[in-house]
C-alpha cells in the first residue's frame, strides 16, 4: 500500500510540475510612447489599467523620434523605434506614431480614448502558436506550425509595475508622467522552425523580468509569449 501511495504522490507531483511548465496563452500589448509626446499621457495610464489583467501581457517601447523636441526620453533606445517602424507597412501605415498600441503584432490603435486599449484586447484575443515556457535557465518552445523561413526569438527585459518620471522640457514641461512594465532591453536570442526547441535563457539583472516572443519576422504576428 506505502509502494502504491508513493507511485500516486510522485505522478502526481510530475504531472503538476509538467502542468506548470507550460504557460498558458498571453495577450501581448505593446504601447510605443514617449516622453516628449504630449498626446501619450492618456495612453500610458490606459495601459496602468490593464497591465495586471490575466492573460495580458502589457509593455512599454520609448521611442526617440521626438527627443528633438527638447527633451531626451528617459527610457528611449534606437531599438524600440526600429521595432516600431518596422510594424507599420504591416499595419497600415505610412510611418510611426505615438502614441500606438499593437496587439499580439496583428492590429493596431491608438490607445488614448477611455477604455481602447480594453477593448483592443478584447478584439486580438491571445496568441495561438506554439507552446512556451521560461524556467530553470531556458526557453523552451513546443513544435508547430513555423512561417517560412522560420520564426524570431526575442528576448525581453522590462521593470515590472508603474514608475513615475517628471520632464524638465519640451511638450510635457513640468508633468510627471506615469508609466507601466517599462522595456529596458529587446535582444534576439535566435529562431523557431517549427521543431521543438530549447535555447538558454540569461539571468535577469537589476530587477528586471523577463518575457519571451516568438513572432513571425517583419513585424508579423506574434505566435507565442511567455513571462515570469
Not at 186 to 206: C, D, Q, Y
Request: with cysteine; aromatic share 6%; hydrophobic share 40%.
Amino acid at each position: 500500500m506505502t509502494g502504491l501511495k508513493t507511485s500516486l504522490l510522485a505522478g502526481a507531483m510530475l504531472a503538476a510540475t509538467l502542468g506548470a511548465a507550460s504557460a498558458e496563452p498571453l495577450t501581448v500589448v505593446e504601447l510605443f510612447t514617449s516622453q516628449g509626446c504630449s498626446s501619450c499621457p492618456p495612453a500610458n495610464a490606459n495601459l496602468i489599467k490593464v497591465k495586471d489583467q490575466p492573460g495580458v501581457l502589457a509593455l512599454s517601447f520609448n521611442v526617440t523620434y521626438w527627443d528633438y523636441l527638447g527633451w531626451r526620453d528617459t527610457f528611449g533606445r534606437k531599438e524600440f523605434t526600429d521595432r516600431q517602424v518596422t510594424y507599420e507597412p504591416s499595419l497600415g501605415h505610412d510611418g510611426p506614431f505615438t502614441p500606438q498600441v499593437v496587439v499580439n503584432g496583428r492590429s493596431d490603435g491608438v490607445g488614448a480614448a477611455p477604455g481602447e486599449i480594453q477593448g483592443l484586447i478584447a478584439k486580438g484575443g491571445r496568441t495561438q502558436g506554439p507552446e512556451l515556457s521560461l524556467g530553470q535557465g531556458k526557453v523552451s518552445i513546443g513544435a508547430g506550425k513555423a512561417p517560412g523561413g522560420g520564426a524570431d526569438i526575442w528576448l525581453v527585459r522590462y521593470k515590472r509595475g508603474v514608475v513615475e518620471v517628471p520632464v524638465a522640457r519640451g511638450e510635457n514641461t513640468g508633468r510627471t508622467l506615469p508609466h507601466a512594465n517599462v522595456v529596458h532591453a529587446l535582444t534576439k536570442l535566435g529562431r523557431w522552425n517549427g521543431e521543438a526547441t530549447t535555447l538558454p535563457l540569461p539571468a535577469a539583472t537589476g530587477g528586471l523580468s523577463t518575457a519571451v516572443l516568438v513572432q513571425t519576422p517583419g513585424g508579423g504576428p506574434i505566435l507565442a509569449a511567455a513571462a515570469n
